[in-house]
């Protein structure tokens, strides 16, 4: 791995998991984005000998075909996962015209004990 | 027998294609998917028994040499998950046709629920790391699909928790098998135990590390288990029944496939530690609950300790013992959300502090709870005892004395809130029938026999037969107990034994 290469996948990582941080859905949805290329730089740079084609028989060196590979199944189920999510965003905006994150239902069932068992 | 593998995840996979594409029927549909998820089960019944006879069959995809190729790989051990799981996953199918208004109402569960059966299969079956990620995201996907069906308020809410979580445990674990891959060159399970062993130890440690993450979340162990208790009770209850038996019990079974055969020798002092306060934090989570939804869910979190303990315990004895409990905790978990979704039919909801008195109703849905009930407590007859006894044997056996002591003190617990269930639900005066806000036909239907006991049941019929089947089988489980046994004994031999894996896969 070369090292723009791994500045690259560590600032995509970053800015990534600062993003999943967040409260509004886009913008995890936008850092889960950022940290899946940066998940799939990462597998791609597993394989050895950047610059050569992926073919076995050729004259000279080859580049291991098996991460390229991997990656591409990778970029699908990434892709198919932040469309859901965004979809998912796209549903909680029309229900309430936000996307945040809320607070963890069950602290809230627990908090709100005392008005359920009254009413 | 081998060319039947492919067929266990392509089936689900074109039933759900072909599901989506009668979109419009819901009879086709139904017929579809009943006989994708009975084929499956027939097919996982019949393997079991020829794998049991003549050991672990592979199946090499495409024809290519098989330390190349994508293998699916049947031993023991994953062809008694897979029938279990398929015989749940069918169980449930008929349990949501049987709630004939609620939850089956999308168009979109018949094509979900059958990628997720193709990707249990796939991840039982899967032969390699990376395809192991492959049908974990294929049923995760599946699965949020079913948790979010109706797109509900608290379904969307919760849903983004579970959903975000879950993509971001995908990243550690491809993360995981991208340095694996690094650092050894393969991905087959069968060629990763002779290279990882040559890595380094503190390499190594860094990699298990990284699936231990990977899958502990899926599993819901200690400190990754916050997202389950509040996503499960948003889903439907036929939904959260398959999720609660089946889907953190893949989490384990793939720890305990990476633990045994890629990380032999790691030392799981931590690993127990973690199992003690899973079982404990799920436990006090339970108590403090008023809904019974949720209280099964933390109880999931507790069970998971118990097998976790398994793994961290390690030899051959624990690991039969942990499958054992995983054999047992899966019905019995499918079990009491199915009597939960009779139960919330009825009443309309599961907060125990508006259901009462169920039991004089009717006592045969009490008797459906109390059984799994005990059974998860693991009090004597019950498939839980049996189950609890080979997991704390193993500890007395190895005199890791503290464990033991969080075990029994932990399944207490467990019994003392499956009393507050059984006081707060079926105990007591009958509350006057409250009109259920989902389903005014369920209501408008038990008006009429409010007097006779059995009502309850006999307005739900299917679902009942359903619950009353799965819970025969939790007693069945413990009745056959010996053979179930020694066949978890097989099964964990071949779970453990890296050389003859290697053999098998590769010839």
């Given at each position: 791995?070369?090292?723009?290469?791994?500045?690259?996948?560590?600032?995509?990582?970053?800015?990534?998991?600062?993003?999943?941080?967040?409260?509004?859905?886009?913008?995890?949805?936008?850092?889960?984005?950022?940290?899946?290329?940066?998940?799939?730089?990462?597998?791609?740079?597993?394989?050895?000998?950047?610059?050569?084609?992926?073919?076995?028989?050729?004259?000279?060196?080859?580049?291991?075909?098996?991460?390229?590979?991997?990656?591409?199944?990778?970029?699908?189920?990434?892709?198919?996962?932040?469309?859901?999510?965004?979809?998912?965003?796209?549903?909680?905006?029309?229900?309430?015209?936000?996307?945040?994150?809320?607070?963890?239902?069950?602290?809230?069932?627990?908090?709100?004990?005392?008005?359920?068992?009254?009413? | 027998?081998?060319?039947?593998?492919?067929?266990?995840?392509?089936?689900?996979?074109?039933?759900?294609?072909?599901?989506?594409?009668?979109?419009?029927?819901?009879?086709?549909?139904?017929?579809?998917?009943?006989?994708?998820?009975?084929a499956t089960t027939a097919i996982s019944?019949?393997?079991?028994?020829?794998?049991?006879?003549?050991?672990?069959?592979?199946?090499?995809?495409?024809?290519?040499?098989?330390?190349?190729?994508?293998?699916?790989?049947?031993?023991?051990?994953?062809?008694?998950?897979?029938?279990?799981?398929?015989?749940?996953?069918?169980?449930?199918?008929?349990?949501?046709?049987?709630?004939?208004?609620?939850?089956?109402?999308?168009?979109?569960?018949?094509?979900?629920?059958?990628?997720?059966?193709?990707?249990?299969?796939?991840?039982?079956?899967?032969?390699?790391?990376?395809?192991?990620?492959?049908?974990?995201?294929?049923?995760?996907?599946?699965?949020?699909?079913?948790?979010?069906?109706?797109?509900?308020?608290?379904?969307?809410?919760?849903?983004?928790?579970?959903?975000?979580?879950?993509?971001?445990?995908?990243?550690?674990?491809?993360?995981?098998?991208?340095?694996?891959?690094?650092?050894?060159?393969?991905?087959?399970?069968?060629?990763?135990?002779?290279?990882?062993?040559?890595?380094?130890?503190?390499?190594?440690?860094?990699?298990?590390?990284?699936?231990?993450?990977?899958?502990?979340?899926?599993?819901?162990?200690?400190?990754?288990?916050?997202?389950?208790?509040?996503?499960?009770?948003?889903?439907?209850?036929?939904?959260?029944?398959?999720?609660?038996?089946?889907?953190?019990?893949?989490?384990?079974?793939?720890?305990?496939?990476?633990?045994?055969?890629?990380?032999?020798?790691?030392?799981?002092?931590?690993?127990?530690?973690?199992?003690?306060?899973?079982?404990?934090?799920?436990?006090?989570?339970?108590?403090?609950?008023?809904?019974?939804?949720?209280?099964?869910?933390?109880?999931?979190?507790?069970?998971?300790?118990?097998?976790?303990?398994?793994?961290?315990?390690?030899?051959?004895?624990?690991?039969?013992?942990?499958?054992?409990?995983?054999?047992?905790?899966?019905?019995?978990?499918?079990?009491?959300?199915?009597?939960?979704?009779?139960?919330?039919?009825?009443?309309?909801?599961?907060?125990?502090?508006?259901?009462?008195?169920?039991?004089?109703?009717?006592?045969?849905?009490?008797?459906?709870?109390?059984?799994?009930?005990?059974?998860?407590?693991?009090?004597?007859?019950?498939?839980?005892?049996?189950?609890?006894?080979?997991?704390?044997?193993?500890?007395?056996?190895?005199?890791?004395?503290?464990?033991?002591?969080?075990?029994?003190?932990?399944?207490?617990?467990?019994?003392?809130?499956?009393?507050?269930?059984?006081?707060?639900?079926?105990?007591?005066?009958?509350?006057?029938?409250?009109?259920?806000?989902?389903?005014?036909?369920?209501?408008?239907?038990?008006?009429?026999?409010?007097?006779?006991?059995?009502?309850?049941?006999?307005?739900?019929?299917l679902m009942a037969a359903v619950t009353?089947?799965?819970?025969?089988?939790?007693?069945?489980?413990?009745?056959?107990?010996?053979?179930?046994?020694?066949?978890?004994?097989?099964?964990?031999?071949?779970?453990?034994?890296?050389?003859?894996?290697?053999?098998?896969?590769?010839?």
């Amino acid at each position: 791995m070369s090292v723009e290469q791994a500045i690259l996948i560590g600032v995509l990582a970053a800015s990534g998991t600062y993003l999943v941080m967040h409260r509004t859905l886009t913008r995890i949805i936008l850092g889960l984005g950022l940290l899946g290329n940066a998940v799939n730089l990462l597998i791609l740079s597993s394989g050895d000998g950047p610059g050569e084609p992926p073919i076995i028989g050729r004259e000279g060196d080859f580049t291991d075909p098996v991460p390229q590979a991997l990656v591409l199944t990778a970029i699908v189920i990434g892709f198919g996962v932040i469309s859901f999510l965004l979809a998912m965003a796209y549903r909680a905006w029309t229900i309430d015209g936000n996307d945040d994150a809320e607070d963890d239902i069950t602290d809230r069932r627990l908090a709100d004990q005392p008005d359920e068992e009254t009413t | 027998m081998s060319s039947l593998l492919p067929l266990l995840i392509a089936m689900p996979l074109l039933g759900a294609a072909l599901s989506l594409a009668f979109i419009r029927s819901r009879p086709v549909q139904r017929v579809i998917s009943l006989t994708c998820a009975g084929a499956t089960t027939a097919i996982s019944i019949a393997l079991l028994i020829d794998v049991d006879r003549n050991g672990t069959e592979v199946s090499s995809l495409g024809g290519w040499r098989s330390d190349i190729a994508i293998n699916l790989v049947a031993d023991r051990f994953a062809t008694l998950m897979l029938t279990i799981s398929s015989t749940m996953l069918l169980a449930v199918l008929v349990y949501a046709m049987g709630q004939r208004t609620d939850d089956e109402r999308s168009r979109f569960y018949h094509p979900a629920y059958l990628a997720l059966i193709g990707g249990v299969c796939g991840a039982f079956l899967a032969g390699d790391l990376f395809n192991l990620f492959v049908w974990f995201e294929v049923l995760l996907i599946a699965s949020y699909v079913l948790l979010t069906l109706e797109g509900t308020d608290g379904q969307i809410r919760s849903g983004t928790t579970y959903v975000v979580l879950n993509v971001i445990e995908s990243f550690v674990l491809v993360t995981g098998v991208a340095l694996i891959f690094a650092a050894t060159g393969t991905l087959n399970m069968a060629m990763l135990p002779e290279r990882l062993a040559e890595l380094p130890d503190g390499v190594r440690l860094g990699l298990n590390l990284l699936l231990l993450i990977a899958f502990g979340l899926k599993a819901a162990v200690f400190p990754l288990y916050s997202w389950l208790p509040d996503s499960y009770p948003a889903a439907p209850s036929p939904v959260s029944a398959v999720f609660a038996g089946l889907l953190t019990k893949i989490g384990v079974y793939a720890i305990i496939r990476t633990q045994t055969l890629l990380f032999p020798d790691t030392n799981r002092e931590l690993l127990l530690v973690i199992a003690g306060l899973t079982m404990v934090v799920g436990v006090v989570g339970a108590i403090a609950q008023s809904d019974m939804k949720r209280i099964l869910s933390f109880h999931i979190v507790s069970q998971i300790g118990y097998m976790i303990m398994g793994v961290a315990l390690g030899g051959v004895a624990a690991i039969s013992a942990t499958i054992f409990y995983m054999v047992h905790h899966i019905p019995v978990k499918t079990s009491l959300f199915l009597v939960e979704g009779i139960v919330e039919k009825e009443a309309g909801t599961s907060s125990l502090s508006k259901v009462s008195g169920l039991a004089r109703r009717s006592g045969p849905l009490a008797a459906l709870f109390l059984i799994p009930a005990f059974s998860l407590a693991g009090l004597p007859p019950f498939s839980g005892f049996l189950g609890k006894l080979a997991v704390v044997t193993e500890g007395i056996d190895q005199e890791s004395w503290w464990i033991v002591a969080v075990a029994l003190a932990v399944s207490l617990m467990t019994l003392i809130s499956m009393l507050k269930i059984w006081t707060g639900a079926f105990w007591g005066a009958p509350s006057p029938t409250p009109v259920p806000q989902s389903v005014g036909a369920a209501a408008a239907d038990d008006a009429g026999d409010d007097g006779e006991g059995d009502g309850v049941l006999r307005n739900h019929g299917l679902m009942a037969a359903v619950t009353t089947g799965v819970v025969t089988l939790t007693l069945a489980i413990a009745v056959f107990a010996g053979p179930l046994y020694r066949f978890c004994e097989r099964a964990a031999i071949d779970a453990t034994d890296l050389r003859a894996y290697a053999e098998a896969v590769l010839p």
